[in-house]
C-alpha cells in the first residue's frame, strides 16, 4: 500500500517551499502517475490532505485533484475522516477552528486486498441494557421513520463484543514534532496498514518526512519504503528507524522488484 501526507498548499514555505494552490493539481498529478504505475492491482493508496483557505472561502486544489486522477485510472473507492481530538482552540472572523483532515482511499481495481477484522473495535456499553430485551422490530430490518430507506437489524447485535468501526478515526494530533514541521501521529498509518497490508507486505511513503509511516510499518512486521526530498528529514527518518527490525527483514528477503503492495 502507499500511506502519504504531501505538503499542502502554500504550507510548510520554510520547509519544502510551497506550492500556489493554483499549482496544486499540475504538481501532484506526474507523481499520482508514477504511484498508479508501482501500486499492485490490489494495494491502495491513502492520501492525508486538506484544502486551505484563500481569500475567506476554501479552495477546491483537492476536488479537482480528485477528478484528475479518475482521468488517470485511479477509483476513488472512499474518503475517511481524521477528527483531531485535542486541535488548538481558536477564534476565526467567518469560520470555526479546524479539527479534521480528509484520508482519501483509492485503488486500481475494484477488488482488492482489505482485512477488516483488523482493526474492529469494541461494541460499546449500549449493548449492554439495548440488547437486553428485543422487540419485534429489532428482529428485522427496520426502515427508518424519517423514510430515509436506510434501516437496522438491532438482533445482529446480540453477543457480539467486536464491530466494524466508522469511516471517522478519533486520533489526538501528535504531540512532538519529531524534529519536523508536520508529524502526525503512528495510530494514524498503523490503523491503514493494518486495514490493507499483511505481515511482510510492502508500504510506501514518498513523502517521508520524519519517517513515522516506515517506522510503524517495520514496528508491526511490514517492509517499507521512504523517499524524502531534504536529506536532514532523511536523516532524522533513519534515526527513529529500528534498524534491529530492518536487518531482520533483510535476513528474511522478502523482496519485490517491480510493484508496491
Known amino acids: 500500500m502507499i500511506f502519504t501526507s504531501p505538503p499542502y498548499a502554500d504550507s510548510r514555505k520554510d520547509t519544502y517551499g510551497g ?8 504538481w501532484f498529478l506526474p507523481i499520482t502517475k508514477e504511484l498508479f504505475r508501482v501500486l499492485k492491482p490490489t494495494g491502495t493508496f491513502v492520501l492525508n490532505i486538506k484544502e486551505r483557505v484563500v481569500e475567506s472561502e476554501r479552495h477546491t486544489y483537492v476536488i479537482e485533484l480528485i477528478l484528475n486522477m479518475r482521468e488517470q485510472g485511479w477509483l476513488w473507492t472512499e474518503e475517511l475522516i481524521w477528527h483531531k481530538k485535542n486541535s488548538h482552540p ?5 469560520r470555526f477552528r479546524d479539527a479534521w483532515e480528509r484520508l482519501l482511499q483509492f485503488n486500481k481495481a475494484k477488488q482488492f486486498n482489505m482485512y477488516q477484522e483488523e482493526v474492529m473495535v469494541p ?3 449500549w449493548a449492554t441494557t439495548r440488547l ?30 467486536m464491530v466494524y468501526p466508522t469511516n471517522v478515526l478519533h486520533m489526538a494530533t ?13 495510530a494514524l498509518p498503523e490503523w491503514f496498514i493494518k486495514l490493507f497490508t499483511r505481515e511482510g507486505d510492502w508500504v510506501l511513503d514518498p513523502f517521508m518526512g520524519s519517517g513515522t509511516t516506515n517506522k510503524v510499518a517495520q514496528r508491526i512486521g511490514r517492509n517499507s519504503i521512504g523517499i524524502e526530498i531534504l536529506s536532514e528529514y532523511f536523516d532524522v527518518a533513519k534515526n527513529r528507524i529500528d534498524k534491529k527490525q530492518l536487518m531482520l527483514f533483510e535476513k528474511k528477503g522478502k523482496y519485490e522488484t517491480n510493484q508496491t503492495k
Request: charged content about 30%; cysteine-free.
Open 132 to 161: 437486553k430485551n428485543l422487540s419485534k422490530t429489532d428482529k428485522v430490518r427496520d426502515p427508518s421513520r424519517v423514510g430515509s430507506g436506510f434501516g437496522k437489524n438491532v438482533s445482529n447485535w446480540v453477543g457480539r463484543e
Open 19 to 26: 506550492i500556489h494552490p493554483d499549482e496544486y493539481v499540475n
Open 90 to 94: 481558536g477564534k476565526w472572523p467567518n
Open 174 to 186: 501528535e504531540t512532538g514534532n519529531k524534529n519536523h514541521s508536520a508529524v502526525f501521529p503512528e
Open 123 to 125: 461494541v460499546g456499553k
